[in-house]
C-alpha cells in the first residue's frame, strides 16, 4: 500500500512537472501585414522552473513572401560577455535563420525574450514561421540539457496583402482628370 501511494505521488510530480514544461515559442504577433510592411516578432521562452544558462534556436519562413532584415538580442538579460551570444546567419535566399545563440551568467527563469526578429514582407501570399533547437547550443541549466517544448513553435502570417495605393495617388489622379475637364471647356470656347 505504502508503494502504490509512492508511485502515485511521483507520477503526480512528473505530470505536473510536464504539464508546466518549459516552452520556446513565437510571441502573439499579427498575421496580416501587407507587401512592403516591416514588423518585428519576438522569440519568447515561458515556463522555465530553472535558471537557464542559455540555448539556441533556428527559424525558417517562406522565402518568397517574408525576408528577414535584422536580428537583435538583449545584451542585459543575457550577458555572456560578448561570447556565446549571435544573432544567427540570415539566408533569405533558403529562409532560413540559423544559429541564434543566447548565454549568460545571471538567473534567468520564468518568462524571457530570446530575440527580436525584423521582418519584411516581400510578396502576397502566406508563410509559416517555424522554430526549432539550434543543436550547437542547446538548452541547458547548471550544464544539463533543459530540452524545451518547441511542439508549438510555428506560426502562419496567414495573409500578406497588396501594398495599399497611398491617398496622394488617389487626390493627384482626380487632380488630372480636374484638368482635363477645364481644358477641355477652353477648347469649346
Not at 52 to 60: E, I, L, M, Q, Y
Not at 74 to 93: A, H, K, P, R, Y
Not at 138 to 152: E, K, L, M, Q, T
Request: aromatic share 8%.
Amino acid at each position: 500500500m505504502i508503494n502504490s501511494k509512492k508511485l502515485i505521488f511521483v507520477i503526480t510530480m512528473f505530470l505536473s512537472g510536464h504539464l508546466s514544461a518549459a516552452t520556446i515559442t513565437w510571441e502573439a504577433l499579427t498575421t496580416n501585414v501587407s507587401v512592403n510592411d516591416i514588423f518585428t516578432i519576438d522569440v519568447v521562452g515561458t515556463g522555465f522552473t530553472s535558471s537557464v544558462d542559455g540555448g539556441g534556436v533556428n527559424v525558417s519562413f517562406d522565402q518568397n513572401v517574408l525576408n528577414v532584415l535584422s536580428v537583435s538580442i538583449n545584451e542585459s538579460v543575457w550577458d555572456f560577455g560578448g561570447f556565446g551570444i549571435n544573432s544567427g546567419t540570415i539566408d533569405n535566399l533558403n529562409g532560413t535563420l540559423d544559429g541564434i545563440m543566447v548565454n549568460t551568467f545571471a538567473d534567468v527563469s520564468g518568462d524571457f525574450v530570446v530575440a527580436t526578429i525584423e521582418m519584411q514582407a516581400i510578396a502576397e501570399g502566406s508563410s509559416l514561421l517555424s522554430l526549432s533547437e539550434y543543436g550547437l547550443n542547446p538548452w541547458a541549466s547548471g550544464g544539463s540539457a533543459i530540452n524545451p517544448d518547441f511542439a508549438d513553435a510555428s506560426v502562419n502570417v496567414s495573409e500578406v496583402l497588396p501594398a495599399p495605393v497611398p491617398a496622394a495617388v488617389w487626390l493627384f489622379g482626380s487632380g488630372l482628370i480636374g484638368l482635363f475637364g477645364v481644358a477641355k471647356r477652353k477648347a469649346h470656347t
